[in-house]
């Protein structure tokens, strides 16, 4: 069955370096999402994706944050500058068209320190 | 913003219990989904609903989106070790193109054997 990947599982970095989040969607799907998830808090959005470009972002998507689709797999997050309250599990998803339900990836556990 | 609650925050149950939980939101929806999440995994969809009063089955699972499209509920029959973890509900509303999905605030089931 077609899942959402995320790489890696976990990562620890130090406050102030970048890092980047891979995701591969599924197929053929066409919308991708960004959510990000506190140690347990609820589930929050950051951003959607489509056509190669943003649909929409939340307010925690500030400018520290970016993502691309650089080939026709990955969907990548980058955090330019991290901080402590960024570490979170951040999750991928994707959808076939905007309206269908979206699948998830199993997310990356972020710590920084 | 929208803002979905969700009702019990945790509860404890023996296996071999059913069980409910709603969620209600402060505006409607056009689809409610459920999701599982594990700890340490990422949202699993269980049941997704497209239609006001549309009840949907999946296997020990039953869920209903409500006439008026801000609530919804979930029931679990039988309740096995394996059913413990949290429950998300979450919203979407389509107005054409893509529509992320809001999450509620969780209910976090524990399964006494």
């Known amino acids: 069955e077609p899942e959402v990947t995320q790489t890696p599982s976990h990562q620890v970095t130090q406050m102030g370096q970048e890092v980047i989040l891979r995701c591969v969607p599924i197929?053929?799907?066409?919308?991708f999402y960004w959510y990000r998830q506190i140690l347990g808090q609820k589930v929050e959005f950051l951003v959607s994706?489509?056509?190669?470009?943003?649909?929409?972002k939340s307010e925690i998507f500030d400018d520290q944050f970016s993502v691309e689709r650089p080939d026709g797999s990955n969907f990548t997050l980058k955090i330019r500058s991290t901080k402590l309250e960024d570490s979170a599990m951040y999750l991928c998803?994707?959808?076939?068209?905007?309206?269908?339900?979206?699948?998830f990836g199993q997310g990356t556990r972020l710590t920084v320190v | 913003g929208q803002q979905l609650n969700q009702s019990p925050q945790s509860m404890f149950i023996q296996e071999g219990e059913d069980v409910s939980m709603n969620c209600t939101s402060s505006?409607?929806?056009?689809?409610w989904l459920w999701y599982k999440q594990d700890p340490g995994e990422g949202p699993v969809l269980l049941i997704a609903?497209?239609?006001?009063?549309e009840l949907t089955s999946n296997g020990r699972l039953t869920a209903q989106f409500g006439i008026t499209r801000k609530d919804s509920f979930l029931n679990i029959s039988a309740s096995i070790p394996s059913d413990v973890g949290i429950y998300f509900c979450?919203?979407?509303?389509?107005?054409?193109?893509?529509?992320?999905?809001?999450f509620g605030t969780g209910t976090k089931l524990q399964v006494i054997p």
């Open positions: 979450a919203g979407q509303l389509g107005a054409g193109g893509y529509q992320k999905v809001t």
């Open positions: 994706f489509y056509n190669n470009e943003i649909s929409e």
């Open positions: 609903l497209y239609k006001a009063g």
């Open positions: 998803a994707s959808s076939r068209e905007g309206l269908t339900e979206a699948f």
């Open positions: 197929s053929n799907h066409l919308y």
């Open positions: 505006s409607i929806f056009n689809t």
